[in-house]
Structure formats: structure tokens, C-alpha cells
T-cell receptor, first 115, second 114 residues
């Protein structure tokens, strides 16, 4: 079954701790994205990557870091510098940009809470 | 740089009625997309309309786009209880090139009562 897998579903962070959210896709998509969703809000872009070993900051990158060492994987680290990390985090992917491939495919999300 | 605004924020209707959600945006776009999100889940793509299109249909969904007013609407006809979810519009701005970066609205929460 092709798709995007995010893990864990729930994650708790202690003060001063870095935590890493996993995102894996087997859709052979080139581009991957991380969005943050706060309660009752839309999605805001944290980071995106269009190709392996390359990534760009989105609108709210401060306090977050990513890597893209493999096409299938785009992990997100929430660092201790992110003072308000409690949110629902969504990973998405998209095939290489052509007019036929503009929609995003989403994972089922990770809810991060602060202890 | 959130550019989508949706209204209403919440909508409650009876099964069988139609539901209309509206989206406004600020800059020129390549396309506008609508997504659905069930509570606590990821988003699912519903329909995409390009900037040179005015109307598009997919099953019980009808989307319109007015680029002069920078607005779009999503109509769900003959709603069902299973349509209960949040609906988001997302724009692919011309300025984003071919990055695939989408800008999402705040969403409309639809409740369909049986």
C-alpha cells in the first residue's frame, strides 16, 4: 500500500529537550513538506524539500530543523529553541512538479505536547 | 503569510441539504485546491481548479473560481453525515514557482446532522 507514514502518533516533550518526528513515504515522490496546525487553525509551512540533500525554510522555520538524506525520508526535529511546540504536525509529499502532479498527499499526523 | 480566508468558520446542516463554503485569497495563483480533514487525521485532496478555469465538478462537489475577486467556493450537494469534517482551501501562488508550497486557509468545520 503506497502512502506516507508518520510516527509516533503522539509525542511528549520535556523542557529543553529536542524531539524528532518521523515521516516516510513510498510514493517515490521528490518533494516533501512539513506543516504545523494549531487548534482551529489552518496549516503553516515549516520546511520543504524538493530533492534529496536540499531543503528550504518555510514561513515558521525558527526552532525546527530537518534533513533529507534519502528520498523516502524527511524527519523533523523540534528543538528546545521552539518555545511553543504544542501542535499537530503534518508531513506531505508531492510528485515532481508537472501540471498533473500538483496535489499533496498527507500523512496522518503527529500530535506533540509539552510535559 | 497565510493568504486564505474561509467563511463561514463553522456550518451545521441537516443531511440532504447543500453546504457552501467560501475562500478568499490575496495574490495571483497557479491553482486553488480544496482538502478535507477528519478530526485528528491528515488532509485528503478533494479537487483542484486552475487559474484559467471557472468551474469544476467531481461527484457531489462543485468548485467555482473567480480570479477577479480572488475567491472560490466549494459546494457539497445532498450532504451526508459522513461529510462531517473540516474543509480547507489552499492556493498555489504564482510567486512560489514550481515548489508546490501551498498556503492554507483557516478552514470551515462542517457538521452534517443525520
Amino acid at each position: 500500500d503506497g502512502g506516507i507514514t508518520q510516527s509516533p502518533k503522539y509525542l511528549f516533550r520535556k523542557e529543553g529537550q529536542n524531539v524528532t518526528l518521523s515521516c516516510e513515504q513510498n510514493l517515490n515522490h521528490d518533494a516533501m513538506y512539513w506543516y504545523r496546525q494549531d487548534p482551529g487553525q489552518g496549516l503553516r509551512l515549516i520546511y520543504y524539500s524538493q530533492i534529496v540533500n536540499d531543503f528550504q525554510k518555510g514561513d515558521i522555520a525558527e526552532g525546527y530543523s530537518v534533513s533529507r538524506e534519502k528520498k523516502e525520508s524527511f524527519p523533523l526535529t523540534v528543538t528546545s529553541a521552539q518555545k511553543n511546540p504544542t501542535a499537530f504536525y503534518l508531513c506531505a509529499s508531492r510528485a515532481r512538479g508537472t501540471s498533473a502532479n500538483e496535489k499533496l498527499f498527507f500523512g496522518s499526523g503527529t500530535q506533540l505536547s509539552v510535559l | 503569510s497565510q493568504q486564505g480566508e474561509e467563511d463561514p468558520q463553522a456550518l451545521s446542516i441537516q443531511e440532504g441539504e447543500n453546504a457552501t463554503m467560501n475562500c478568499s485569497y490575496k495574490t495571483s495563483i497557479n491553482n486553488l485546491q480544496w482538502y478535507r480533514q477528519n478530526s485528528g487525521r491528515g488532509l485528503v485532496h478533494l479537487i483542484l481548479i486552475r487559474s484559467n478555469e471557472r468551474e469544476k465538478h467531481s461527484g457531489r462537489l462543485r468548485v467555482t473560481l473567480d480570479t477577479s475577486k480572488k475567491s472560490s467556493s466549494l459546494l457539497i450537494t445532498a450532504s451526508r453525515a459522513a461529510d462531517t469534517a473540516s474543509y480547507f482551501c489552499a492556493t498555489d501562488a504564482l510567486s512560489s514557482g514550481n515548489t508546490g508550497k501551498l498556503i492554507f486557509g483557516q478552514g470551515t468545520t462542517l457538521q452534517v446532522k443525520p
